[in-house]
């Protein structure tokens, strides 16, 4: 009987633990942009919607091509996720699209295999359960590219440490086209192909402190088309999660990873403290005349001789 009720105490415990925080989630949907508008100064466009962040071509846009713009997204009212990358979008980020292929047969691709990459901002059916808008990451670190390449990551905009408990993830058409096809770069894959992301898991000072992966590809017979979800809490109470793209020998060549180091990503869960009530409501966009950097372990903003935080607060 003691048992009984020792256990009966222990799932009520185990209740309440799982109470204590409420999810806000990440949708990258205009119904759900919880930030006060802002300019992105180097293509004169304002941001009032996520879908304000989709730019006009999935290849050399005016968004994440003009050299030295910095594209920024902050969720401030919301799950305070952040990043932003100094175009062009070759060099690695994470964009906004609503872009769609049908496909990744032969006949629904561009005509030269190196054209690829324009539709590199293209899912096969659009965002997670049936939504319009998502994210897309590019970057990868490898032996070779190691010593001037650093992770692509999401922040917390307040450098709070916080769980993320999972987002959702799939492959884009150009990774998909490259992998099943082959291509000018990369030879089709094999039944003994892998490729795999990896969250690392960072904290304020920006060393790793956890990790983990997702299978994109793992053979033949078991390649991503749809949204799965990705358990992140593994991780633990992190302040900003790195990620990388790994594949077996026969991804990489004499200049690294050969496939393209691409995902998308969308409905990024974060838990919050139910009594937490933290916004960032003084969120300041990098210009393109800064310079975004790391330093103790802190995202800042370099611009005409003063440091900034993310959020717009000069360091002294």
Known sequence: MKKIFFFAAL???NVALAQDYELRTLTFEDADAKFAPYTLDYANKTISTWSDLVDDAQYNGT??????GVYTWCDTQNTLLTHSFTAPYWGGGHAISNFTNPGYAPENLPEDVYGWYEIQFATLNGGNNGSKNFCVHNGYVDDYNSAYTTYQTIAFADGKARVIDHMYVTNICYTLNSLVHGDGFNPPATDTTTFHIVAIGQDANGNEISRTSFALYLGKD??????????????????????????????????????????????????????????????VVPSSNGKKMLMNGQIVILREGKTYTIIGQELK
């Open 11 to 13: 799932c009520l415990a």
């Open 222 to 283: 078991s390649v991503v088309t749809t949204w799965q979800k990705w358990d992140l809490s593994v991780l633990g109470e992190v302040v900003s999660v790195g990620f990388n793209l790994v594949g077996s020998a026969d991804l990489y060549g004499d200049w690294g990873l050969n496939a393209p180091g691409y995902f998308a990503y969308d409905d990024v869960a974060v838990r919050f403290d139910k009594n937490d009530q933290t916004a960032v409501n003084n969120f």
């Open 63 to 68: 968004l994440t091509y003009t050299s030295g």
